[in-house]
């Protein structure tokens, strides 16, 4: 009786589970029936084969008490390791991935989220589980007991329909431990035996790849990418003659443009330090992280690179041979780079990355034991402070980058927060509005906002600090968010061409004392665009080898080229060019060579911004030409970044 009460209060735990998943995660399923119910069936075989396994312990002569004991440990691992995955899900704001396994197993992280909170979900769901295991064992009592064969059949029923869900219309945040395991076991590989990142080589010839950069003085068709840059006008903005400044990077942890006043957020002041910069300096209204990931944006800031749909290169191939800011720099004379973080340098591998590229690392370990800390690391005004000390002690010229963690979900205020960001919004809860009318906000919506203000107090702190240093003088900062998040907005979300826009609008400024400012381009442009602007501002006219683009050119056009960008969650590709947004989604990943492009979406984003129709029929020769902008880079570009082909031939 018991074994049998195990099988159905399994599925009870797991609409229990589901349920604050779907409350807690920062997008709710856009189909809850099918969440719950897929997830239900899941769970309801699984635990009839817990039964059917007693059964086979009580016929081949098993007392009952060691049956009903042999079928309790797996019965409480499933519960516990679906909770552990309601946690993972509930704390990255979709189903983990290898690389997210491996931030979340961080002792410090670990440690730092298993606060009351938390551990009091666990607790709630184990005892649902054994109160349901009770009730569920007292109403059996009553009934006729389901005989073995009723037990197999209902259990062949629920796995074949849960298999058929998951293989027809997965959704994966319903997925129990069991689904969740072998969606990792159908995943493409993506690295070799020494841990390196591979995709299958690419259908077109590399110099396709040179469709996203046309116009160019190409140098090597080995090197497809690599260039000659051709001489930039007089009226250029540029440094003066022989001046070496030192280069600061801020990026900004999960910082979009939606929320940003400057660029027309909902909440005027939200952050006044970073409008200030925009105001003073060069502002681009529309601005877009190549990827999704943090590791993404840096290497863009550094390196020039675009996202590598297949894999994330800074963390699966971190020595990958690359050419960009640290050897072009290195080679003209700046004396330093700096990498200072307030979480762990181990995350996402980056000391791999940048140890054997002549970085110093500052991190966690670094910062006082009175820092302020959350779950992810130390405050951002601990960041900051510890930042402009550094730099004081770094050789000029430097190049440096800091980089902010503070608002990352799930949106903790740190305890050294100076002031409560002004929101006047009734936060809601739920899948759908509460009223019409009214538009949904999730339940992070209105926590987010508030880490956004933080992170611009400490972006404020930052400043006021240096503005003492004499160094600052001699330095051009630029300011971005590293990528998006896919947090609900104020206003609610319309379409996946706005969810697109979450998840990669950021914004982006460059400011120094050494720059005229008052300045605003329009764009479309991506943090893979920053390296070749500063080398243009810096007179740096050596070959190179970047997708991107000069912003400061006054004879370039950013409406005049394809603008590629890669959501690895989604497996979306996203192509911009002028006010056309084209997304596709693709199927299978790019590891595999039979990778195809589907669900196409092309967007007039002046005429209809928010994305709700597709206008791919009206405009077939665009669609046509942004698909294969599309095509050529998810099929080129990550084969030859991961083969080292993205530099300059040896002899340049």
Known sequence: MLTDALAISLPIAGVAIRTLVARASPLPPDRPALFLFSGFVQDLAAGLLLALLARGLRLAGARPGAAAAVTAVPFAILLVGHAAWAEAITFFGHPPRREDLEVALNAELLTRSADARALGRLASFLAVGA?????????????????????????????????????????????????????????????????????????????????????????????????????????????????????????????????????????????PNLDRLAREGTRVARAYSPGTFTPQGEAAYWYGLLATPGSLLPVQNPATPLLGLPEILGANGWRSFLWIHNGDESFYRRDRFYLSRGFRMVDGRDFPRSAVRTNWGCSDRSLARLAVDSLDRTREPFAAMLLTVSNHHPFQVPSDARSVAPIPWTEERGWFSPAPGLPLVGRHTVPMMKTIHYTDEALG??????????????????????????????????????????????????????????????????LADVP????????????????????????????????????????????????????ARLEPPRTSPDWTLGNELLVDTVRDPRGVENAADLLPHETARMRRDAEVFVDVYPWLALAGRTGLPPER
């Open 131 to 271: 109160l349901g295991t009770v009730l569920v064992s007292h109403a059996l009592a009553r009934w006729r007991r389901a005989s073995t064969r009723q037990i197999f059949v209902g259990a062949t029923l629920a796995g074949g329909l849960a298999l058929l869900i998951h293989q027809l219309e997965p959704v994966p945040t319903a997925n129990g431990v069991l689904f969740a395991a072998l969606d990792f076991a159908r995943e493409p590989r993506p690295e070799t035996g020494r841990g390196m990142a591979t995709v299958p080589p690419p259908h077109s010839a590399p110099e396709a790849i040179r469709r996203l950069a046309p116009g160019r003085a190409w140098v090597d068709p080995h090197f497809p990418l690599a260039f000659e840059p051709s001489a930039r006008r007089a009226e250029a903005p540029r440094v003066g003659e022989g001046v070496r400044p030192n280069l600061v990077f801020i990026l900004l942890e999960g910082v979009r443009a939606r929320e940003i006043s400057c660029y027309g957020g909902p909440v005027p002041g939200l952050t």
């Open 461 to 526: 702190d930052f400043f006021r600090e240096a503005a003492s240093r004499d160094w600052t003088r001699r330095t051009i900062f630029v300011i971005s968010g590293d990528h998006g998040l896919p947090i609900v907005p104020l206003g609610g979300l319309a379409s996946a061409h706005e969810l697109a826009e979450l998840r990669h609008g950021v914004p982006l400024v460059i400011w120094s004392p050494l720059l005229p400012g008052g300045r605003a381009l329009e764009g479309p442009a991506t």
């Open 532 to 583: 070749p602007t500063l080398l243009g501002l810096l007179g740096i006219d050596s070959p190179r080898p970047f997708a991107g683009v000069d912003l400061l050119d006054p004879d370039l056009d950013l409406a005049d080229r394809p603008l590629p960008l890669y959501d690895e969650e989604a497996r979306r590709v996203t192509v911009l060019r002028g006010r056309l947004a084209y997304h």
